[in-house]
């Protein structure tokens, strides 16, 4: 993939348009390189806890430093850049993830193990609502496949993240994790790349405060209650998920004694699964509406999660990716249904929909952990397998247009 644009390419772009895709596979690969950094910290979860001598609750405080970090900056970063577009936030987002990288390759005790996450989160706060931005600028009326192949970029980055470091990070220890600085400085010179395209693009494109032909009009009270019920919905899904990201390797070696390696490929699996719902969860919605596959994803996915704790190993594995592949098909939706719902405010909306799953996510993961610490990790996932029934409360959500047949 090119990492520059010419200065004709950053021209072409005219409002209407179809897809770019070279703006949306530049900014998918930031975030794969992005995400992929972020989840080496989890990744690297059972080395710290040995090295460090941490309990479940302290893991879980590492995660809630990192994701809280996130996601009180974000909405307040994408409100922001809503009035003020800053298309060279990008590059300096990444710079606070490598400061963050180096930081944990070297941290020698906990408290500056924290530090290191805090940094990591506020790259993350920075770089998610201005990308998710440039996504919907370059996606030519197709905002659901633009959001997903930007997310899917993500999802890889998470997936990929464990596995390299089960191959890089655990031989060879802590020191190591600064050998992926070199991915952070790539994806700063991708993102610079980015940001000259967004800046010479940014006045043809500025969000339109209407919604477009077919949108019904909602009263403010109706617009707030419906962005309560998709908060609901992104705790469901994302306090789910903090159980398998966080937890999925300590809760395999416990009940199947899986080697760290062994149980790091099946969560490269699981998050394998993840990645490819997402990229097609959008594209579904721009074709069917968004509604029908917010219902599909966190409610239909129950049946699989109240089996999941009693499961073998074998059944194990197939029912964690029939659960990342539907769960994760939702968020996309969510994230357009929400900008669909307030326009003009497209960075808000992904910074706090973006924001929230990372709070969810970071909240979860210390609740999670001191409830593996009390009753054992087998417990979490019997726990949160009722999670998804949350998804019923899909019914309050209003019909914002009507189905589409054909791709837009």
């Not at 989160?121 to 600028?137: I, W």
């Not at 300590?250 to 490929?265: D, E, M, N, R």
């Not at 709070?359 to 990790?377: E, P, Q, T």
Request: proline share 5%; net charge positive; with cysteine.
């Amino acid at each position: 993939m090119s990492t520059t644009l010419d200065d004709g390419t950053l021209n072409k772009m005219k409002a209407g348009a179809g897809p770019v895709f070279g703006i949306l596979g530049s900014i998918s690969f930031a975030h794969m390189l992005n995400d992929m950094i972020q989840s080496l910290l989890l990744a690297i979860y059972p080395m710290l806890k040995t090295s460090f001598d941490l309990s479940f609750g302290q893991i879980g405080l590492i995660t809630l430093t990192y994701q809280i970090t996130a996601s009180l900056l974000q909405p307040v970063i994408g409100l922001y850049t809503d009035k003020r577009p800053k298309p060279y936030s990008l590059p300096i987002g990444m710079g606070f993830t490598l400061m963050g990288l180096l930081l944990l390759s070297v941290a020698p005790s906990y408290p500056i193990l924290l530090i290191a996450a805090a940094f990591v989160g506020t790259g993350s706060s920075v770089f998610h609502p201005e990308s998710s931005r440039v996504a919907r600028m370059a996606s030519g009326g197709r905002h659901g496949f633009a959001q997903s192949l930007f997310q899917v970029g993500g999802n890889l980055g998470s997936a990929l993240g464990p596995l390299l470091a089960a191959v890089i990070i655990i031989p060879r220890g802590q020191y190591a994790i600064s050998w992926f600085s070199v991915a952070a400085l790539i994806a700063m010179g991708v993102l610079f790349a980015v940001g000259r395209w967004y800046k010479a693009n940014a006045s043809l494109l500025k969000p339109k405060a209407k919604r477009g032909p077919g949108h019904v009009e909602l009263s403010r009270g109706k617009v707030l209650g419906t962005l309560g019920v998709l908060g609901l919905l992104v705790f469901s899904k994302f306090f789910y998920l903090a159980s398998l990201s966080s937890y999925f390797t300590f809760y395999l070696i416990s009940k199947f004694g899986l080697t760290v390696a062994s149980a790091q490929i099946h969560l490269f699996v699981l998050l394998g699964a993840v990645a490819a719902g997402t990229i097609i969860g959008g594209p579904i919605g721009d074709k069917i509406g968004r509604k029908i596959v917010i219902w599909v994803s966190i409610l239909g996915v129950a049946p699989f999660t109240l089996l999941l704790p009693y499961a073998d190993l074998f059944w194990t594995t197939i029912l964690s990716v029939i659960i990342g592949l539907v769960l994760s098909s939702a968020f996309s939706a969510i994230v357009v249904f929400g900008q669909e719902l307030v326009p003009g405010k497209v960075g808000l909306i992904a910074g706090l929909f973006f924001g929230l799953s990372f709070g969810m996510g970071g909240i979860g993961a210390a609740v999670l952990g001191h409830v593996a610490d009390v009753a054992g990790i087998d417990y979490v996932y019997k726990l949160c397998s009722f999670l998804p029934l949350i998804g019923i409360f899909t019914v309050f959500l209003p019909n914002l247009e009507k189905p589409r047949t054909a791709t837009a």
